[in-house]
């Protein structure tokens, strides 16, 4: 079976950054898709950025596009969130979440994916 840890969050002042890392285990583990997600308090889950598989194709959410960046390790077995110019509106659990299955649309829609870690927490102060 496998598994997603995700490290990295911590409290960090406005303006600063945080690094995320998101750790596949389980012995025939291999995804298509990897992507993170993000839940403030009493808010649902919403999508952050992916990464495809094959070729590392990028797509990020609105309010975070040229501030952050996701990326991978060339096994292929970590995916970073690279996080610049934290606003205390990005505080939120991050999680990071993997597809074996193939698709090509709805990649920002929760239901997409299979594999979910338990979340790292992320709080940027005024």
């Known amino acids: 079976q496998a598994q997603l840890v995700e490290s990295g969050g911590g409290l960090v002042q406005a303006g600063g950054s945080l690094r995320l890392s998101c750790t596949a285990s389980g012995r025939t583990f291999s995804w298509y898709r990897m992507a993170w997600f993000r839940q403030a308090q009493g808010q649902e889950r919403k999508f952050v950025a992916t990464?495809?598989?094959?070729?590392?194709?990028?797509y990020y959410a609105d309010s975070v596009k040229d501030r952050f960046t996701i990326s991978r390790d060339n096994a292929g077995k970590t995916v970073y969130l690279q996080m610049n110019s934290l606003e205390p509106e990005d505080t939120a659990v991050y999680y990071c979440?993997?597809?074996?299955?193939?698709?090509?649309?709805?990649?920002?829609?929760?239901?997409?994916?299979?594999?979910w870690g338990q979340g790292t927490r992320v709080t940027v102060s005024s």
């Open positions: 979440a993997g597809s074996q299955r193939v698709f090509y649309t709805g990649y920002e829609g929760s239901e997409k994916y299979e594999f």
């Open positions: 990464i495809r598989g094959s070729d590392s194709l990028t």
